[in-house]
C-alpha cells in the first residue's frame, strides 16, 4: 500500500478530494493536523486513514521529516507527500493531481515537474517575504499578505546550503529541483540516508514561527535530500519520475 501523507491546517473543503483518489489507488491516509480544529470525516468514509495531531512549527517541511523519522523502520514502499492546501490554485491543482494519478508508478522521485536549476536558483535567498495572513481557514492565492523578514538559514545562500546539508557538490552551480512541495518517493530511496541525516534536518525547523527562510530552501531543494549525490546522470535518469510534457 502505498501513504499518502498530508500536511494539513484547515482546508477541511479538500479532504474528500483526497478521499476519493485513496479510494481509487488504495493510498492510505495520513493526515497531520497543524491547527487547533478537529478534523471530522464522515462516517461512511471507506478508507484507511489516520489522523495525528503535531504542533504548528515548520510547515508541511516539518510534517513530512517527522513522517519519515517516526516512520524509519515501517515505511510503505511509496510515500506521497502532499499539502493540504494542494488544490487551492491552478498550477498547484496540476501538479496536485498528476502526483495523485501516478504516484503508484514511482521508481524514486516523482514530482509532475522536474529541471536543472540555474546560476540564480544557486544564488537564491529570502530574507524578507510577503506571507499569507493566517488568521482565517479559507486561505485563497490571492488573500493578503504581509511583508515579513524571516529568520536566515544556517547557511546561505541556497546553493551552499545545499551543499552543507546534503553534501551534493554543485561545483556546476545546477542541481535538480521539483516545485510546489508535492513529490512522492520510494522507501528505497529515503533509506540511502540514515535515519540521522533526517533528525538532523528537522531541527532546523523546531522553532515556534513561520518565518524561517529554510523552509523555502527545503522546498526547493527535496531532490538532494533524498536521493545520493555526486551520482552519474543514469542513476538520475533511473530515479527522477515527472511528466515529460511539464
Given at each position: 500500500?502505498?501513504?499518502?501523507?498530508?500536511?494539513?491546517?484547515?482546508?477541511?473543503?479538500?479532504?474528500?478530494?483526497?478521499?476519493?483518489?485513496?479510494?481509487?489507488?488504495?493510498?492510505?491516509?495520513?493526515?497531520y493536523n497543524k491547527s487547533d480544529n478537529n478534523i471530522?470525516?464522515?462516517?461512511?468514509?471507506?478508507?484507511?486513514?489516520?489522523?495525528?495531531k503535531l504542533d504548528n512549527i515548520g510547515q508541511a517541511?516539518?510534517?513530512?521529516?517527522?513522517?519519515?523519522?517516526?516512520?524509519?523502520?515501517?515505511?510503505?514502499?511509496?510515500?506521497?507527500?502532499?499539502?493540504?492546501?494542494?488544490?487551492?490554485?491552478?498550477?498547484?491543482?496540476?501538479?496536485?493531481?498528476?502526483?495523485?494519478?501516478?504516484?503508484?508508478?514511482?521508481?524514486?522521485?516523482?514530482?509532475?515537474?522536474?529541471?536543472?536549476?540555474?546560476?540564480?536558483?544557486?544564488?537564491?535567498?529570502?530574507?524578507?517575504?510577503?506571507?499569507?495572513?493566517?488568521?482565517h481557514s479559507h486561505l485563497k492565492e490571492n488573500s493578503?499578505?504581509?511583508?515579513?523578514?524571516?529568520?536566515?538559514?544556517?547557511?546561505?545562500?541556497?546553493?551552499?546550503?545545499?551543499?552543507?546539508?546534503?553534501?551534493?557538490?554543485?561545483?556546476?552551480?545546477?542541481?535538480?529541483?521539483?516545485?510546489?512541495?508535492?513529490?512522492?518517493?520510494?522507501?528505497?530511496?529515503?533509506?540511502?540516508?540514515?535515519?540521522?541525516?533526517?533528525?538532523?534536518?528537522?531541527?532546523?525547523?523546531?522553532?515556534?514561527?513561520?518565518?524561517?527562510?529554510?523552509?523555502?530552501?527545503?522546498?526547493?531543494?527535496?531532490?538532494?535530500?533524498?536521493?545520493?549525490?555526486?551520482?552519474?546522470?543514469?542513476?538520475?535518469?533511473?530515479?527522477?519520475?515527472?511528466?515529460?510534457?511539464?
Open positions: 500500500m502505498t501513504d499518502l501523507v498530508i500536511a494539513y491546517y484547515n482546508e477541511s473543503e479538500y479532504i474528500n478530494t483526497f478521499i476519493e483518489y485513496a479510494n481509487k489507488y488504495n493510498y492510505f491516509i495520513h493526515i471530522k470525516l464522515t462516517d461512511n468514509v471507506s478508507v484507511n486513514y489516520k489522523i495525528h517541511t516539518h510534517t513530512y521529516l517527522y513522517h519519515i523519522i517516526q516512520n524509519y523502520n515501517n515505511l510503505s514502499n511509496i510515500t506521497i507527500f502532499m499539502l493540504g492546501s494542494a488544490f487551492r490554485d491552478k498550477s498547484k491543482s496540476e501538479k496536485a493531481h498528476w502526483l495523485l494519478n501516478n504516484a503508484n508508478n514511482c521508481k524514486g522521485f516523482s514530482a509532475k515537474r522536474i529541471w536543472l536549476s540555474d546560476i540564480d536558483d544557486y544564488n537564491w535567498e529570502l530574507p524578507y517575504y510577503d506571507i499569507l495572513k493566517y488568521n493578503s499578505r504581509i511583508k515579513t523578514k524571516m529568520i536566515r538559514a544556517n547557511t546561505i545562500p541556497l546553493g551552499k546550503w545545499i551543499e552543507k546539508n546534503t553534501f551534493f557538490n554543485l561545483s556546476n552551480k545546477s542541481f535538480y529541483r521539483s516545485s510546489k512541495c508535492m513529490f512522492a518517493v520510494t522507501k528505497d530511496v529515503i533509506l540511502q540516508k540514515p535515519k540521522s541525516f533526517y533528525i538532523n534536518l528537522i531541527k532546523q525547523l523546531e522553532f515556534d514561527t513561520r518565518n524561517l527562510e529554510v523552509i523555502h530552501f527545503f522546498e526547493r531543494s527535496w531532490i538532494c535530500v533524498f536521493l545520493k549525490p555526486n551520482e552519474n546522470s543514469d542513476y538520475y535518469k533511473e530515479n527522477l519520475h515527472h511528466d515529460t510534457e511539464n
